[in-house]
């Protein structure tokens, strides 16, 4: 029953059928006094394919597997004339690889159907009509038209009309979004009402759909130590059980003096029981239903070795702009020095700062609101945590925090306001700052409050001042804070905590991807919040989540608990049942018969439970 390619699953149920059509006859015949001819038949209808997989294993060295197993039991009760027995071992093994099969495929099929997401077609205007192609056609610039009811094929910018856009397949979001000329729209997304024209500003193999099907298509391939652990398990498991079948088949008639034929069997018995197909299907089975199950809810998990880390946390660690707060800044205040007007000093911010797609910047230009002429800037040099560096007509200005005054020898007054300070320099004279505010998401208290159960640390680093860190924690009730930190500190503070953390407990650091892929890489989980098109963060982060909402970090450890929660129980139910049922196997109170029973209900049971992982409606509270 391990191996479960889609090959078999056709052939399965005929060689099922025509095995038990040729057993009833041989029975019939065998009151008749004809031969085995017929059982032999049946015998190699069921198990033919079992023989010569046996056989090809063999060959090339791999002697301990379930077909090795299967084969020497069966072949053994045909040696002691238990024809209808080999059968129906060979029948009921078929029968119960056809079912984990029909599992396997379910399972497949709902996390394909979650995630189906790629759109077939692209509609591009080519002389007046509308013509159909293939994603993979279009280009950087091209204009594609997405209609009512479809999905969108591509990332890109709306260039002409207005929609509502269905981002749950995304993000798991049930409610829409209206976007309008000038929005960014994703792929994946469906068109509720309207008709866009989008320019498109990525070739389909960089569009979010195309991450999001290649991390879902390789999610499984890491394994976790618990899949490690089994595979070494049945590595020693099932050659110590073929030696203990050969010892139960020879010893006891030397010393007790009984027929051969008894203890042959139990040994036969012993076999087919000690097959570990439960272990070996139903654990990558129930990481994998779990990843399924936490994509319905925008939660991508890149590898299932990453949820056995995330059902453990020590420390939860957030970054502040854009991951508890909204990241939507404004200015709030202009403050000038050396007899400027405050619309000078924005404008003068504004140019500095026209280059940068950091938020903080996109405030500074939305509060100018003016046309910035581009040709008097050049020279620019962006450094994470400090600021910028650039040349506006001539001059050089620097903007950004009061390190990049300091780092530059920039005599400012330094305040201390809540709120973003942003400090403007020119030509190493101070110019005044601005303030820059900030607000906390709607769900980050709750998402605060749920963690603080789950984990021993809840913690918030930032690169802001600290009035304005200390205000945001104490509306958050986060205790242990940390401001005024650059790239580099933040991945100091987490590897800081990872030298203190229990061996068995994880550090999770959850941002935003915009300045945090060090942190994100540097944690035993990274978190990227928010990051449906981020490819930096996407790339950096074990654990993608599609929409800015800080309540998914607890609802992914959730799942992730859960998960590792049927997985232990399929663990524990296994072995324990299979012990149970070799010792009656070996005291001769099972057959042959009730082994193979035992067998199959015992890997459906676990599957079945494994699946459990994808159903199972999961809930923050």
Not at 15 to 27: M, Q, W
Not at 38 to 52: D, M, Q, V
Not at 177 to 205: A, F, H, P, Q, W
Not at 250 to 270: N, Q
């Amino acid at each position: 029953m391990c191996e479960h390619d889609s090959e078999n699953k056709g052939s399965s149920g005929i060689y099922i059928t025509l095995a038990v059509i040729v057993l009833i006859f041989g029975v019939q015949q065998d009151y008749l006094n004809t031969t085995a001819l017929l059982y032999i038949s049946a015998y190699i209808i069921a198990g033919g394919e079992i023989l010569t997989k046996a056989a090809i294993n063999l060959y090339k060295g791999h002697l301990f597997d379930e077909n090795f197993l299967m084969s020497i039991a069966t072949i053994g009760a045909i040696i002691i004339g238990e024809y209808p027995e080999a059968i129906m071992v060979m029948v009921l093994y078929r029968l119960g690889e056809y079912l984990q099969n029909k599992a396997i495929s379910k399972s497949r099929k709902s996390i394909s159907s979650l995630m189906d997401i790629r759109s077939e077609y692209a509609n591009i205007e080519e002389n007046g009509i509308i013509v159909r192609k293939s994603p993979k056609e279009v280009h950087i610039n091209d204009i594609i038209i997405v209609q009512t009811g479809e999905k969108v094929p591509l990332d890109g910018t709306i260039t002409e009309g207005h929609a509502t856009i269905d981002f749950s397949v995304l993000t798991g979001e049930s409610l829409p979004k209206e976007l309008r000329i000038g929005d960014s729209v994703l792929s994946g997304c469906i068109n509720r009402d309207g008709l866009l024209k989008i320019k498109v500003n990525k070739e389909y193999e960089e569009t979010t759909v195309s991450k999001i099907l290649e991390l879902v298509e390789h999610a499984n391939s890491k394994k976790t130590k618990t899949e490690n652990f089994i595979t070494k398990f049945a590595r020693y498991y099932t050659p110590a059980v073929v030696f203990l079948a050969t010892i139960l088949a020879i010893l006891p008639p030397l010393i007790i003096s009984e027929p051969y034929t008894i203890w042959l069997e139990r040994a036969l018995t012993f076999l087919v029981i000690s097959c570990p197909c439960a272990l070996v299907i139903s654990i990558p089975l129930g990481f994998f239903a779990g990843i399924g199950g936490a994509s319905r809810h925008g939660v991508l998990i890149k590898g299932s070795n990453y949820i056995e880390s995330l059902s453990k946390p020590y420390a939860i660690v957030f970054d502040k702009t854009g991951t508890l707060t909204k990241g939507s800044f404004t200015v709030t205040d202009i403050k000038p020095a050396d007899g400027l007007s405050k619309l000078e000093l924005l404008k003068l911010a504004a140019t500095a700062e026209n280059y940068s797609n950091h938020p903080i910047a996109t405030s500074i230009k939305t509060a100018y609101k003016k046309m910035i002429d581009t040709s008097t800037i050049s020279d620019i040099t962006e450094k994470a945590g400090e600021g910028i560096k650039a040349k506006v007509n001539g001059h050089t200005v620097l903007i950004g925090s009061k390190r990049l005054m300091e780092v530059n020898d920039i005599k400012y007054e330094p305040v201390n306001k809540t709120g973003t300070i942003i400090y403007v320099a020119e030509d190493s004279k101070y110019k005044g700052y601005l303030i820059i505010s900030d607000e906390e998401k709607e769900d980050s208290v709750k998402a605060i409050q749920i963690l603080k159960k789950l984990a021993d640390k809840v913690i918030m680093l930032t690169g802001d001042n600290k009035s304005t860190a200390e205000l945001i924690a104490q509306k958050l009730k986060i205790t242990e804070y940390y401001s005024q930190l650059l790239p580099t500190e933040k991945v100091k503070k987490i590897e800081e905590l990872i030298e203190i953390k229990p061996d068995n407990k994880s550090i999770i650091f959850a941002g935003d991807g915009i300045n945090d892929a060090p942190v994100l890489a540097r944690a035993d989980i990274g978190i990227a919040m928010g990051a449906i098109g981020s490819d930096a963060a996407i790339e950096a982060a074990d654990v993608v989540i599609m929409d800015d909402k800080p309540i998914k970090v607890a609802l992914a450890i959730k799942i992730a608990q859960k998960t590792m929660q049927i997985i232990k129980q399929n663990i524990i139910f296994i072995i324990v049942t299979k012990a149970l049922f070799l010792l009656l196997g070996g005291i001769g109170l099972m057959t042959i018969w009730g082994a193979v029973f035992a067998d199959v209900g015992v890997a459906l049971i676990s599957i079945l439970n494994s699946m459990r992982a994808l159903k199972t409606d999961f809930t923050v509270r």
